[in-house]
Structure formats: structure tokens, C-alpha cells
């Protein structure tokens, strides 16, 4: 039987057009039930639990598409940052591990840093890497960098840069060194800076600080939230068809100083330009869920938002109290202290496939957990010296009623290096004052001759306004002996800890 060429044209159409049909139908195809999920974890900087209307019932801010994430997903109300400030949290959250057992055991890194993690230490992103995974960096990085150096000792910005991302298991970074009002201010891809020329930029003051130092020809303050938001839409596009699953970790310069919404958002929040810089960084939140729906992939993508501290008092808590909106919500203290304010957190986590809609949980959880819970999505496990403080949440995202609580213990540190230990109801500090920048400050909690530590009942007492340590001394003792044993244990240095070593830690 012979066709003629017209009926072999219109079959050619035909097999063209079902060939279409079907690449379309498999690039839009759910993902089979147990391939491992998208992960994006997005870090705000400095941003407050009170600052988030789902979590604030007062809150004069609204936020709809974090709120969105609670709406679909989860939201925790006992979520912790394993520090009071932002690098030693950002080394807990890529490690598992707490940066006191690191060379950090006080403040944060500066300009011109070493890197904190060190090449042997296994990340989050080296272990996903591992398994097959895309990693991305784009945000700010806080953790240090090998640097090159000139003849003279000084950094030469210009070279490629040892010890950062690209090193540590992420295949592709792009973002800033650290907070936007630390030099040098230049965006780096990759271990290379994107800069053509360097100039110096004066010092600002007042919320829109920042440092003077060197500054890139094609940096400027006020774009780099938008410059990096536009970047990690970009990669969730570029990415969303692959084979592989990607893990994209999105930590944001803001609201941290320098303050600086742009003309969309300046008053939007009725209340100062810390309240519309916080409205910008929920926007960035709604970008990122939009690029997930519009690429068909929000099913199988794992979404966490939260805070690397508690909110800075740069924000202005007495000009916002005039608007009767505390970012702190009912906690006490702020960014910096060991009292709650320092580091209860913001955590918002979606992921259709497996979360129920609208769950909150009320378990105590920290920052340092992403390492085991990614191990547990993989149905792994993680090897001796990965995550040791790290702690699988997957039974809570998929709703299991346990019988325990996940974590034995959860460890918190101030800026200071103050410690404090909370085991369920109960809260043990270290100090005798807040270990940061609130009343009383070290200095001044010493002059107060107060209890040299602080025992708190977190059940019945969230404002931490009464020190039962004298009331409970069977408590602070299981405690005392809780925490010297979380210190002996997993220490950066060799060998066991030795008593007075650990009591020069714990004790400041």
C-alpha cells in the first residue's frame, strides 16, 4: 500500500505535534512519591519574631506571604538560632554543629576574617552535593574568606578568593561578604568578585549605616536585596526541569542596616523604615513562592523561612512602640542576649507533598536541625563528625504525635559567649544578666552583684521576669551538669575537655 506525499506530509504534522504533546506532558509530570524534594532555605537577618503577623497577634505589620507559608504549611513557636548574632548562627545552620566548638567563641567575624569552616567540615551543602544534588549560595556569606594577599600582607580583593562557598560544597555562590554595612562592599561569583574597578564609599549613619570602605563600580547599597532576589528566582527557573534537585540557601542582608526599602515599599508599613524594610523581605518571600508556582514545582519543594537572631535594636523598638508593635513580640531582650528575645525565632516551613496545611508545632527546635532533617528526607543517616548538633524534624513536618521530644537539650549563646540550656519547661542561663546589649549588660549585671545564674520556667514565665534558681537547686544542678557534658563533647581540639577548661567557657 502506498501513501501519497500529502498523506505522509499530514502524518510528519501529526507525529510532530503528539511528539510535543507528549515532552510537554513529561516536563510537567509530578514528581514520582519518593523523589527527594527542592530545598530553599531563605535566612532573613535580624528580623523579629513579633515581626511576623502570623506569629504576632498584635503585630502592626503584615506579612501575607511568610503568613502564606504558616497558611500552607507549618509554623513553629519555639524555633531557636543557635546564637544570638549572625555568623556563629550561619556556621550552626550549614554544619549542624554549634560555633562555640569552633575557634568562634564570642561576636561575629569581621572585614577581612579567616574562614570559620574549615575545608575538612562537612555542610549541608557537601552533603547534598554528595547525593546528587544542585547547591547554591546567593545572599550574604558572614562566614569569612580566604582572601588573597599582596606583597605588602594586605588583601587583594582582586584574586580569587580561597575558603568560601564554592568550597565548601555549594557549586555555585553569588552575593556579599557579609552584612550590608561591613566593607568590603562587592558581589562575588563564584571566588571572584564581579567588580571591574574599586573606589572607597563614605560612612553612613543613622538606619541607613554602614561602614566606610572599599565599594565595587557596580555596587550600590539600595539594589543588592533586589539584585540577589532577582539572582535566586533565576537559578529556581533554570532549575526547575532538571533532573537533579537543587538546594538553594537564601540568606538575606535585610532588614539589617543598612535600612533601605525602596520607593515601592517607603511608608507601606505605616510604621518607620525598619517596618517597610520587613514588608520588602516578605515581598522577596512571595517571589520566591510565585517562581515555585509558576515552574509547576512548589509540590515537592521544602521551603523554610526564619531568622539568623532576634531583631537588632537598630530597628528603633521606642519609635515602634509609639506604633505599638514590639518585634520581640512577649520575649524579653533582643538581638545579642541570651534572654529570648535574642534568639527565638521566626520558622515557617512548607512542602505540599508532606506537611499538613495550616500545622503549627509547639516542639523546641534550633537552627543547627537542617543537616539530620535532610539526612532523614534522604533516608539516611549522618556519619560520626557530621551535624553532631543536629537533630532529624521530619517526624514533626509529617505531623507524627511523638512520644519524646526531638531534642534532648537545646543550647543558646550570646554575643558574649554566655551560655544558657533549656530541657523542656525549663531554662538555665549562665549569667547574670542578659550576656548581650540589653539591661543589664555584663558590665552592669556584675555591679548589680545578681545571682550569678538564671533559672526560668518557660511554661509559665515567656517574659523571664523570675530567677527560681535559688528555688530549684536540684534543677540548675542537672542542668550545670547537662551543659559541661554538651561542652566535653564534640570539641574542635583534640582530647577530652578539662574541668577548668570547661568552667572558663561556661562560666564568664
Not at 515552574?295 to 535594636?313: Q, R, Y
Not at 533559672?455 to 544542678?477: C, G, K, R, T, Y
Request: proline share 7%; net charge negative; with cysteine.
Amino acid at each position: 500500500m502506498h501513501l501519497s506525499q500529502y498523506h505522509m506530509q499530514k502524518l510528519s504534522i501529526l507525529f510532530v505535534l503528539f511528539s510535543s504533546l507528549l515532552l510537554m506532558s513529561c516536563e510537567n509530570e509530578p514528581a514520582a512519591e519518593n523523589d527527594p524534594p527542592n530545598i530553599i532555605y531563605i535566612l532573613a537577618d535580624d528580623l523579629g519574631y513579633g515581626d511576623i503577623s502570623a506569629l504576632n497577634e498584635n503585630s502592626k505589620l503584615q506579612t501575607p506571604h511568610i503568613d502564606a507559608m504558616a497558611t500552607n504549611g507549618m509554623a513553629f513557636t519555639d524555633a531557636h538560632s543557635n546564637s544570638a548574632v549572625c555568623t556563629p548562627t550561619r556556621y550552626g545552620i550549614l554544619t549542624g554543629r554549634y560555633a562555640w566548638r569552633s575557634s568562634l567563641k564570642n561576636g561575629v567575624s569581621w572585614s577581612w576574617s579567616e574562614p570559620l569552616i574549615q575545608p575538612e567540615r562537612p555542610t549541608v551543602a557537601s552533603y547534598l552535593q554528595a547525593r546528587d544534588y544542585q547547591t547554591a549560595c546567593i545572599g550574604k556569606w558572614h562566614l569569612g574568606l580566604g582572601w588573597a594577599k599582596d606583597t605588602s600582607g594586605m588583601a587583594d580583593i582582586t584574586q580569587p578568593i580561597k575558603g568560601g562557598p564554592v568550597h565548601l560544597g555549594f557549586d555555585y555562590f553569588y552575593g556579599i561578604t557579609a552584612s550590608l554595612d561591613i566593607p568590603p562592599y562587592v558581589y562575588i561569583e563564584n571566588d571572584r568578585i564581579t567588580a571591574t574597578s574599586i573606589d572607597t564609599v563614605e560612612a553612613e549613619t543613622g538606619k541607613r549605616f554602614w561602614r566606610r570602605g572599599p565599594v565595587g563600580n557596580d555596587f550600590k547599597h539600595e539594589e543588592v536585596l533586589p539584585k540577589l532576589t532577582e539572582k535566586a528566582v533565576e537559578y529556581i527557573s533554570g532549575h526547575a526541569q532538571d533532573d537533579q534537585p537543587f538546594f538553594l540557601y537564601f540568606p538575606l542582608p535585610a532588614p539589617h542596616t543598612p535600612i533601605l526599602p525602596t520607593s515601592a515599599f517607603q511608608g507601606k508599613s505605616k510604621t518607620n523604615a525598619y517596618g517597610d524594610f520587613v514588608l520588602m523581605v516578605d515581598d522577596v518571600v512571595g517571589q520566591v513562592r510565585r517562581a515555585l508556582e509558576a515552574n509547576g514545582i512548589a509540590e515537592n519543594t521544602l521551603v523554610i523561612f526564619t531568622s539568623d537572631n532576634g531583631c537588632s535594636p537598630m530597628a528603633d523598638f521606642e519609635e515602634l512602640a509609639t506604633f505599638d508593635h514590639n518585634p520581640s513580640y512577649v520575649f524579653r531582650g533582643h538581638k545579642a542576649d541570651i534572654f529570648e528575645g535574642g534568639h527565638r525565632v521566626p520558622f515557617l516551613v512548607q512542602w505540599p507533598r508532606t506537611i499538613p496545611q495550616g500545622s503549627v508545632s509547639d516542639e523546641t527546635v534550633c537552627l543547627t536541625d537542617l543537616m539530620a532533617t535532610a539526612a532523614a528526607i534522604l533516608q539516611d543517616s549522618l556519619s560520626a563528625g557530621e551535624g553532631e548538633d543536629s537533630y532529624n524534624l521530619l517526624p514533626l513536618l509529617e505531623g507524627q504525635t511523638l512520644s519524646a521530644p526531638v531534642r534532648e537539650a537545646t543550647v543558646h549563646h550570646s554575643i558574649n559567649g554566655s551560655f544558657s540550656i533549656r530541657q523542656g519547661k525549663w531554662k538555665l542561663a549562665f549569667c547574670p544578666g542578659s550576656g548581650g546589649w540589653s539591661a543589664p549588660r555584663p558590665q552592669e549585671a556584675e555591679k548589680m552583684e545578681l545571682p550569678p545564674v538564671q533559672l526560668f520556667d518557660m511554661e509559665s514565665d515567656l517574659a523571664e521576669a523570675n530567677n527560681l534558681s535559688e528555688q530549684h537547686p536540684e534543677i540548675v544542678s542537672r542542668l550545670t551538669a547537662l551543659m559541661e557534658r554538651y561542652i566535653a563533647e564534640g570539641r574542635s581540639t583534640p582530647g577530652a575537655a578539662q574541668k577548668n577548661d570547661t568552667e572558663t567557657l561556661l562560666y564568664r
